[in-house]
Nanobody
Framework: QVQLVESGGGLVQAGGSLRLSCTASGRTFSTYTMAWFRQAPGKEREFVANSRWTSGSTYYADSVKGRFTISRDNAKNTVYLQMNSLKPEDTAVYYC????????????????WGQGTQVTVSA
């Protein structure tokens, strides 16, 4: 069984920054793709960014490209999402996800999910 625990959410003014963390336990993540998704009120959950664990390849949604950075610390089994130049439209619950099969932006590809952390950006 795999457990993912997110932290780092909170309230920030527009233009500010936050860093989210997601720590994985229960399995070796040397071959896992880690991703961040988000769900705003009244909207479907959407892909934000992902990182292939071994190669470090990353991919971002167009809406966050140039503002968000995904990174990971293999020794700590932790993935981060550095969010800069935050906008009110970034307000959402952010979820960490993991899968050991494919490098994908699709939700259905991910087997393990964290509980989510709230990010609120005020205007």
């Amino acid at each position: 069984q795999v457990q993912l625990v997110e932290s780092g959410g909170g309230l920030v003014q527009a233009g500010g920054s936050l860093r989210l963390s997601c720590t994985a336990s229960g399995r070796t993540f040397s071959t896992y793709t880690m991703a961040w998704f988000r769900q705003a009120p009244g909207k479907e959950r959407e892909f934000v960014a992902n990182s292939r664990w071994t190669s470090g390849s990353t991919y971002y949604a167009d809406s966050v490209k140039g503002r968000f950075t995904i990174s990971r610390d293999n020794a700590k089994n932790t993935v981060y999402l550095q969010m800069n130049s935050l906008k009110p439209e970034d307000t959402a619950v952010y979820y960490c996800a993991a899968n050991g099969r494919v490098y994908s932006t699709a939700q259905y590809a991910y087997d393990y999910w964290g509980q989510g952390t709230q990010v609120t950006v005020s205007a």
